[in-house]
């Protein structure tokens, strides 16, 4: 019986973590459309703004002569069928 109840509990938990997901992407997507970005991807959206809080303080800059490793990005803008 126990092992029943865990599972129960377990879909719960579940269950009220997509609930609140949901809620916040529903949100994220009215906020978008009122500020006119109709064609944002709000589930995306969702996830930046969960990252943000993860990401640490930015490091001080170091010279390419010290680095094991360089990442270089080219941003760009998105293409409509990106959207």
Known sequence: M?????????RE??????RIEKEAKAERRAQNDKAGRAKIDA?????????KGQV???LNHISASDMDICICVRKRPLFDKEY
């Open 2 to 10: 126990k092992g029943i109840q865990k599972i129960e509990a377990e």
């Open 13 to 18: 938990a579940r269950r009220e973590k997509q």
């Open 43 to 51: 589930e995306f959206d969702v996830l930046v703004e969960k990252s």
């Open 56 to 58: 640490g303080a930015a």
